[in-house]
C-alpha cells in the first residue's frame, strides 16, 4: 500500500527508499490524498450521468473513466511540483496549478451538490411543473373557446333552419285550412286567397332548400374546424405531459440549484475546492526534506549527462564537418596542381613544336642561300617578317 500511494504521488521509489521514514510518511500521504481525490471525482461523475440516462452501467462505467482522468491529472500536478524551499516563488509557479484544480473542483462538486439538495430542488421542480401545468391549462381553455365558439355558430345555424321549417309548417296549416274550409274564408275549395297562401308556402319551402343546402355545407366547415382544433388540443396535451414529464434533467436540477440560496451551496463548492486543491497545498506546505535533495541531484546528473551526449556528438559532428572540408580542399588543390601540370606539359610540347618548325625552316632556307646567294636579303626579310630574328 506504501509503494501503490508513492506511486499516486507520482514520487521515485529508488529515492524514496534512501531517505527516511518520515519522507515516506509524507508521499505517502500525498498520494493518498489524490487517490481519495479521484474516487470522489469518479463518485461525482457517476452520479451526473446517471441523473441524465438513468443507467447504472453507463453511469458505472463513466465514472471509473471520469475518476482515472482527474485521479491522472491530480498526480501529473502533484509529481512537476519541485522543492527549492522558497515557498513564494513555489506558489508562483503552481498558480496555472491552482486554477486547474479549481475548475476541476466546481466540475466535481456540481453533480454532489444535485445529490444533496435534491429535496429542496425536486420542491423547486413541482413549483415550475405546477407553473408550467397553469400555462398548459390556459391554452388549453383558449383552444376550448374557440371550440365552443363554433359549436354556438352550428347551432345558430340549425335554430335558423328551425325556425324557417316552422314558418313553412305554419304557411301549410293556413294553406290546407283554407283548401278544406276550416280557416281563412271558411270556403271549401281552391279560391284566390288559397292561391295566395299556396304562393307564400311555396317561397318559403323553396327559402328552406336553400337554407338547408348552405347550411350542409357550412355545419360541414364548421365540423371540420371543430375536428382540427380538438386534434391541435390532443397534440397541446401530449405536449405539455411530455414537458411536465421532461422536466426533471440535468439543465433543469442545475436551474432548480442556483435558485437556492447561495450561502449553503457555496459552503459545499469550497468543501470541494478544498478537498480537489489539497494535494497541490499538501506538496506546497511540506518542508523542503532530503528527498527533494536527491531528486534534485539525480535530475542534474542526468541533465549534465545529457548534455555532455550532446556536446559528444556536436563534436563528433564538427570533427566529420572538418574531415570532409579538409578532404574538399585537398581534393581541390589536387585538381588544380593536376590543372598546373597539364598546363605545363601543353607548354613544353608546343615550345618543342615550334623549335621543330623553326629548325625546319633555318634547314630550308640555308639550303636556297647556298643555291642561290642573291635571295638572302628576301630571306632575312622573311624572317624578320616571321618573327624570327626579334630579340
Given at each position: 500500500?506504501?509503494?501503490f500511494?508513492?506511486w499516486?504521488?507520482?514520487a521515485?521509489?529508488?529515492i ?5 521514514k518520515?519522507?515516506h510518511v ?12 479521484g ?6 461523475g457517476g452520479?451526473?450521468?446517471?441523473s441524465?440516462?438513468?443507467?447504472v ?5 463513466f465514472?471509473?473513466?471520469w ?13 512537476t511540483i519541485r522543492k527549492e524551499?522558497?515557498f513564494?516563488?513555489e506558489l508562483?509557479?503552481v498558480?496555472?496549478r491552482?486554477?486547474?484544480a ?17 429535496k429542496?430542488i425536486?420542491?423547486i421542480?413541482?413549483?415550475k ?7 398548459h391549462?390556459?391554452?388549453v ?7 365552443d365558439?363554433?359549436?354556438s355558430?352550428?347551432?345558430a345555424i340549425?335554430?335558423?333552419?328551425e325556425a ?8 301549410y296549416?293556413?294553406?290546407a ?8 274564408t271558411g270556403?271549401?275549395g281552391k279560391?284566390p286567397?288559397?292561391?295566395e ?9 323553396e327559402e328552406?332548400?336553400l337554407?338547408?343546402?348552405?347550411a350542409?355545407?357550412?355545419i ?5 374546424r371543430?375536428?382540427?382544433?380538438m ?8 405536449e ?5 414529464s421532461n422536466y ?6 442545475i436551474?432548480?440549484l ?28 511540506t518542508?523542503?526534506?532530503p528527498?527533494d ?6 535530475e ?7 548534455m555532455?551526449r550532446?556536446l559528444?556528438?556536436?563534436k563528433?559532428y ?5 574531415v570532409?572540408e579538409?578532404?574538399?580542399?585537398a581534393?581541390m588543390?589536387?585538381?588544380i596542381?593536376?590543372?598546373r ?11 618543342d ?6 629548325a625546319?625552316w633555318?634547314?630550308?632556307?640555308l ?5 642561290s646567294?642573291n635571295?638572302?636579303?628576301e630571306?632575312l ?9 626579334k630579340w
Amino acid at each position: 500500500m506504501k509503494n501503490f500511494f508513492w506511486w499516486c504521488a507520482g514520487a521515485d521509489d529508488t529515492i524514496l527508499e534512501k531517505c527516511s521514514k518520515s519522507e515516506h510518511v509524507k508521499y505517502a500521504g500525498v498520494g493518498a490524498t489524490v487517490l481519495f481525490t479521484g474516487v470522489l471525482a469518479s463518485l461525482s461523475g457517476g452520479y451526473a450521468l446517471y441523473s441524465v440516462f438513468d443507467s447504472v452501467p453507463m453511469a458505472m462505467a463513466f465514472g471509473l473513466l471520469w475518476g482515472a482522468v482527474i485521479f491522472n491529472l491530480d498526480r501529473f500536478i502533484v509529481s512537476t511540483i519541485r522543492k527549492e524551499g522558497r515557498f513564494w516563488k513555489e506558489l508562483l509557479m503552481v498558480t496555472p496549478r491552482i486554477l486547474l484544480a479549481l475548475i476541476l473542483a466546481i466540475v466535481i462538486s456540481k453533480p454532489l451538490e444535485l445529490k444533496i439538495f435534491d429535496k429542496e430542488i425536486q420542491a423547486i421542480l413541482k413549483e415550475k411543473q405546477a407553473e408550467l401545468a397553469i400555462q398548459h391549462k390556459t391554452l388549453v381553455g383558449k383552444q376550448f373557446a374557440e371550440v365552443d365558439s363554433v359549436k354556438s355558430e352550428i347551432t345558430a345555424i340549425r335554430a335558423e333552419i328551425e325556425a324557417k321549417v316552422q314558418e313553412r309548417n305554419k304557411l301549410y296549416e293556413l294553406v290546407a285550412a283554407e283548401a278544406d274550409g276550416t280557416g281563412g274564408t271558411g270556403k271549401v275549395g281552391k279560391g284566390p286567397i288559397y292561391e295566395e297562401k299556396k304562393r307564400q308556402y311555396d317561397k318559403v319551402d323553396e327559402e328552406l332548400k336553400l337554407l338547408q343546402a348552405s347550411a350542409a355545407d357550412r355545419i360541414l366547415v364548421k365540423e371540420k374546424r371543430i375536428a382540427d382544433l380538438m386534434k391541435q388540443y390532443d397534440q397541446t396535451v401530449a405536449e405539455g405531459q411530455k414537458s411536465f414529464s421532461n422536466y426533471d434533467g440535468l439543465m433543469a436540477r442545475i436551474d432548480a440549484l442556483n435558485q437556492l440560496p447561495w450561502l449553503p451551496v457555496f459552503f459545499i463548492t469550497l468543501l470541494f475546492i478544498c478537498l480537489e486543491t489539497a494535494p497541490i497545498f499538501t506538496k506546497l506546505i511540506t518542508n523542503k526534506g532530503p528527498y527533494d535533495d536527491i531528486l534534485k541531484g539525480v535530475e542534474h546528473e542526468r541533465t549534465t549527462q545529457e548534455m555532455q551526449r550532446v556536446l559528444e556528438r556536436q563534436k563528433q559532428y564538427d570533427t566529420r564537418q572538418a574531415v570532409a572540408e579538409a578532404k574538399f580542399a585537398a581534393r581541390m588543390e589536387y585538381e588544380i596542381d593536376a590543372k598546373r601540370e597539364e598546363e605545363r606539359i601543353k607548354s613544353d610540347a608546343h615550345l618543342d613544336v615550334v623549335r621543330e618548325s623553326a629548325a625546319v625552316w633555318r634547314e630550308r632556307k640555308l639550303t636556297d642561300v647556298n643555291r642561290s646567294p642573291n635571295t638572302a636579303a628576301e630571306i632575312l626579310n622573311d624572317g624578320e617578317e616571321n618573327g624570327y630574328y626579334k630579340w
